[in-house]
Each structure stands twice: as C-alpha cells, then as structure tokens.
C-alpha cells in the first residue's frame, strides 16, 4: 500500500537461493573445556577488547543476552574489527562462536599456528549465530579472535562470544548463577500446545520451563513448546535459566490460553469478509469519509498510522484534505460502522512507513501506543503492513502484548508483499505464524510484484488467476488456517503499477480456493471452503471506479460456502 500510487521500479525476479545456515560442529567439550574469552558478553564495556579506530562500542539495544551488546561501525577505510587475544593450549581445538546481526559480518581467528579461520554472514537482520573451529600449533599459547563488519556498510552488533576449548592458563569469566530470563512470550497456540520464547542468558547452559509453578520441561535453548494442555484453557508459564553454579529465579509469568479450533483473534469478524483500506490522504482517488464506504466492506483499514521518535511507537493524526471538520466527526463515523457490523482498524506502515520493533522496548511501545490510539478513536484493531522489513521475534512480542490489553475481539490483519510470503523462514511469515492465535487474516498483496514461485513450486506470472491460487496456497499449506488467509488485490488499474486483476478473475480463484472450480492450469489438491475472503487497494480508487470492484467481490465472498 503506498501514499500515493505505488510504481516498483523493477519486478522482483524469482530465485532459488538457499539462506545462509551455519551449524555447531557436534564435538562434545570435555570436563575441562571453557570459553576463554574474557568479558564475553560485553557487560564489561570494551574490557579485554580492542577495536580499531575508536570504531566500536557498547549499546543497551539491540541485545542478545544481558543488558549489553557490540556495536561495531565501518567507515569507508575501516571494517570496525574488535579483537581480543585469548590463552590457549597447544594441540588443542577450540570451537570460536558469537551472536551477530547486521550486514556482512565477519567472525575469525589468527595466530593458530595452523590454519587461520573466518566465517562470516551476507545479512542478518536479527540475531545469527556464527560458528567455527580452530586447531592450534604445538607452541601456540595466544589466539586473537576477532569480529567486524565490512568497509562502508551499516553497523554491525555481536554478543555472547565463546572461544570454547581447554583452560590455556588463563582462565575465563567466573561461573556464577545465570541472571533471570527476560523477555519472556508466548507464540502459537493451539488447542493442546502453546510455543514460547525467551531472551537467552549469557552463561546459561539451559533453562527450565514452569506452567503454574511445576516445571514441565527442561530445554537447551531460549525456546520451548509445551504440549498436553486443554482446549480453550488459560495457563501461567515461567522459565528459569540453569548452569553448572545453580538455577537462576523464575522470570515474570507469562499468561496464554489454548484455542478452541481454527485461527485466532477477529470476533466481530464475520466468517468471509471483505477489507478495504481506506486512504487518510489525497493522492488523486475520490475523497472518501468512512460513511462513504460501501457496506459490502467488513473491514476498513485506515491508511496510516505514522511512526515518531520513539521507537516502535506510533501516532495517528487525520489529514484535512479528507475534509472531516473534527477528530469527534471521525470517530463518530467510525462508531456508527461498528454499529452496523463493521470492524474499523488502523493501519501500520504502507510504502512510507518506517515503524520499528526490534527490541523489548520497541515491542512494549508499539503496543502501548496502538492500544492508546483504539482507545482514544475506537479502532478495533490494527493492520500490519510494514513493506520495509520486519522483526519477527520483537513484532511477535508487540502484537501479543497489545491482545493481552485489547482482549479477545481485537482485529489483527497483515498485509504482506508476495516475496515476503514464498518461505515460512520469512520474518512476515514466521510472524503470522507466531501469533496464529491472535491473527485475523493475512491479505497478501498480488500485486506490483513479478513472478514468483506457487506452491508447486512452478512460476507464475502475476494478473492471472493461477497466480492467486498457487500463491495462496504457500499459506494455506504452511500453517496458517484457511480464516486467516485473503487474496488481496487493486481495486482499479489506477490503484497499482502492475498486477490488476478484473473483479470475475477474483472470483474465479475464491470459486478456486473454497469449491475446486474456476480454476486455471494450477488446481490445488484440496479445497479450502473457510478462506476469510479478499481484500482491495483501496476503498477509494474503487470508487474512483464507481465500486465495480466491492460490488462483484463483495457478493461473491459474503456468498463461499
């Protein structure tokens, strides 16, 4: 969705690209093994490090573990290297790892006496674990392990380093009970499960997950899914960290509840629904007030929520040029849709916006200032349709903490691009698929895209119906409940730079998706009779149109079975 009319300055090409992975060599660390470096999580500031140029320092955010981090910043001379040397014993092997995020990071070892090492990352745009193994030589008593970033790119961040290997006489930081785990949230439920996830803690070697104050299990890492729980059931969940020193007290609790069946949040929702996003803006389409809003609409997203100064927060401020005399007037128009049965939302992003949850305190703000904006307009929810890159982990968090506060009838819908929706192992589409308890529908937009794969994995070219339906199905087969998945489309050639579709070519591809009919060359193996239904960009180049788009669709989708 964008401001004015949207134009991609080039249709994104479809590419088999395996993402980068690194894995921890299995070697088991024997009874003397410890991680030599010193000061390894930076909670000592730059103690034990050195970094060249004055190019690094130590933040609060991003962390991976503890309060403090890395942040390394290249010039167009410098990589920003922060470097430490560590004792090490001769003929001995060491497994070198750290936690990094950002572009073109590197992580390395010199002065083995054998083979020097690196390993390093394209992109990361959250927390990513390099690893590497090293041997050193039969007079090697020092190695400088190193990390850095590359000339002229964005910062880099790393934590939790670990030189994993003998004691080489000089020790490494005392073993001392871990800290209490932060960060704690609960992801996906499902009638019997609930998937939970935690801030890792630096010196934890795991962690114990409490459900109403009897452990229930034991995990390695900062993450969990409980299972054998009832339907439709509210639980307390705590963690504690663990070490060979002790275990740390349990974090702050958590609440989740099991769900019933099928998807999540949208009570006032009906079961196919239509969603138009409706412009705060005049970028050349009719003028609309809500009250102009066709009624074959369920859903109105109001484009857009703006981003401030802080963090993840967002505000909400009505352009005169849509001609409302008052804020009263506004929300007046919006309670009387809720009246006659439609949810009213608020949109987060579009082209423009650049909202940003990437941490704790991004994540709180943004639920916070959603949850004051429902408030003060009487929104029934938000849209997320964030087209510049998202945060899973921190998003995940945002949005579960604004449910907790709204309650059950909050109104949550997506809107992603098509590229965000080719893999699971997307940060848009892990998203949906964390808060599938809460999630509404995802209306993916079908349009100024290019090709892309179908879930076939053949390619189709959008403005056809195959493209639609073998898109869709990427969702509907990955994990998402077929409630929760909408084809999202222009409303009018003007509405988009490419990928208008006739209204009878949408109906052709729910007929598709929900009955087996109207299809094209692609046919799914299934049928998926609760698709939630479709949704446009935007009410109002519809109506520039003279609504020839709600007036076919609207029928059809209040009409699937």
């Not at 000592?44 to 962390?63: E, M």
């Not at 995020?101 to 390993?119: E, N, P, R, W």
């Not at 745009?125 to 190193?146: C, D, E, K, M, R």
């Not at 087969?477 to 929760?484: H, N, V």
Request: glycine share 12%; net charge neutral.
């Amino acid at each position: 969705m964008d401001r004015a009319r949207r134009w991609i300055k080039g249709a994104l090409a479809v590419t088999a690209a395996a993402a980068l992975g690194v894995t921890a060599l299995a070697t088991t660390a024997q009874a003397a093994d410890i991680n030599v470096a010193k000061n390894a999580g930076f909670e000592s500031d730059l103690s034990n490090w050195t970094c060249s140029a004055g190019t690094g320092s130590v933040v609060g955010s991003p962390v991976h573990g503890g309060a403090k981090a890395l942040k390394g910043t290249p010039t167009a001379q410098d990589t920003a290297q922060c470097s430490q040397a560590v004792a090490v014993k001769p003929n001995s092997t060491y497994t070198l790892s750290s936690w990094v995020q950002g572009s073109y990071v590197y992580l390395g070892a010199s002065g083995t006496g054998t083979t020097d090492v690196s390993t390093w990352t394209p992109s990361s745009s959250g927390w990513q674990q390099l690893s590497t193994t090293f041997t050193t030589g039969a007079n090697t008593t020092s190695v400088t392990v190193y990390t850095h970033g590359w000339y002229g790119q964005s910062a880099y961040y790393a934590d939790d380093v670990s030189v994993l290997g003998p004691d080489g006489g000089g020790g490494g930081d005392p073993v001392v009970i871990p800290a209490v785990p932060a960060g704690l949230a609960a992801g996906t439920a499902t009638s019997s499960s609930v998937d939970l996830s935690w801030n890792p803690v630096p010196g934890a070697t795991g962690y114990n997950v409490y459900r109403d104050g009897s452990k229930v299990a034991s995990v390695s890492g900062a993450s969990a899914t409980v299972t054998g729980l009832a339907a439709a059931t509210s639980y307390s969940f705590q963690v504690s960290a663990t070490n060979s020193a002790g275990e740390s007290a349990k974090s702050a609790a958590v609440t989740a509840r099991t769900a019933t069946s099928g998807g999540g949040g949208g009570g006032t929702v009906p079961k196919h629904a239509v969603t138009g996003y409706w412009q705060n803006f005049n970028n050349g389409a009719t003028v609309q007030k809500l009250r102009d809003v066709p009624s074959q609409y369920d859903i109105i997203a109001v484009s857009f929520a703006d981003a401030t100064s802080t963090p993840g927060q967002i505000s909400f401020t009505l352009d005169p040029a849509v001609g409302y005399a008052s804020a009263a007037d506004f929300k007046a128009d919006i309670a009387a849709k809720q009246a006659a049965g439609k949810s009213v939302i608020l949109s987060v992003g579009g082209e423009k916006g650049s909202v940003s949850v990437n941490s704790d305190a991004s994540a709180t703000a943004f639920a916070d200032s959603a949850y004051s904006l429902m408030q003060q307009y009487g929104f029934d929810g938000i849209d997320i349709d964030l087209e510049n890159g998202l945060n899973s982990t921190y998003m995940s968090k945002a949005l579960h903490q604004l449910s907790a506060k709204a309650g059950a009838k909050l109104v949550l819908t997506m809107a992603p691009q098509t590229i965000d929706m080719q893999s699971t192992s997307g940060e848009y589409f892990k998203t949906a698929l964390n808060v599938k308890d809460i999630l509404t529908v995802v209306n993916m937009q079908y349009y100024n895209s290019g090709s892309m794969l179908g879930c076939d994995g053949k390619v189709y070219s959008q403005g056809s119906v195959d493209f639609l339906t073998a898109l869709a199905c990427i969702q509907l087969e990955g994990g998402l409940d077929p409630s929760q998945v909408g084809l999202g489309v222009p409303a009018s050639t003007r509405g988009a730079g490419s990928g208008y579709v006739d209204p009878s070519v949408v109906n052709n591809a729910l007929d598709c998706l929900t009955r087996g009919t109207g299809c094209g060359s692609f046919k799914p193996a299934r049928t998926y009779p609760g698709l939630r239904g479709a949704m446009t960009w935007s009410t109002n180049w519809d109506a520039t149109a003279g609504n020839a788009w709600s007036n076919s669709v609207g029928p059809k989708v209040h009409s699937l079975p």
